[in-house]
């Protein structure tokens, strides 16, 4: 059973950093794109920054090179470097892969920019 379980999310004030994490398991996730999605309240959930298995990225518009997605494909692990955060970065954070056709998403971990 494929698992994502998402870290590093918290409080942190603007202009801040964060580091998210993202581990796998219940699959070898090597040649799978994965991705970094957030949503807002009353906002619908929008494409933060994705990474194919080779290590291609693509990132939202509003990155505007402030975000770095990276994976270890020996740790199962996603990564999301955020930095020069603003408090319209306040969103709850999921992880997302794709497996045949599929996407498994994980519970989510809360980011809140705020002074």
């Known amino acids: 059973q494929v698992q994502l379980v998402e870290s590093g999310g918290g409080l942190v004030q603007p202009g801040g950093s964060l580091r998210l994490s993202c581990v796998a398991s219940?699959?070898?996730?090597?040649?799978?794109?994965m991705g970094w999605y957030r949503q807002a309240p009353g906002k619908e959930r929008e494409v933060v920054a994705t990474i194919t298995s080779s290590g291609s990225t693509n990132y939202g518009d509003f990155v505007k090179g402030r975000f770095t997605i990276s994976r270890d494909n020996g740790k199962n692990t996603v990564y999301l470097q955020m930095n020069s955060l603003k408090p319209e970065d306040t969103a709850v954070y999921y992880c997302?892969?794709?497996?045949?056709?599929?996407?498994?998403w994980g519970k989510g971990t809360l980011v809140t920019v705020s002074s």
């Open positions: 219940g699959y070898r996730f090597r040649f799978n794109p």
């Open positions: 997302n892969i794709l497996i045949n056709f599929a996407n498994y």
